[in-house]
């Protein structure tokens, strides 16, 4: 008989560790503080390409 209750009840068990971490997110830990200013990143600019080299001059017959 108690083969066939824990299946059941997980769902109900899950639901509750989540409410319950949702409520503790919201009363236990502190606000997250947001930054007044978000630092601007640099724009990403990609390395110039490099020069491909040239190929060794074919000597004359």
């Avoid at 997110?25 to 600019?45: K, N, S, Y």
Wanted: aromatic letters at 8%; a negative charge.
């Amino acid at each position: 008989m108690y083969a066939l209750i824990v299946p059941a009840a997980l769902p109900f068990v899950l639901l509750g560790i989540v409410m319950g971490l949702s409520w503790w997110e919201d009363h236990v830990l502190p606000p997250a503080e947001t930054p007044a200013e978000a630092p601007a990143e640099a724009p990403f600019t990609p390395a110039a390409p490099a020069d491909a080299p040239n190929p060794p001059a074919t000597l004359p017959r």
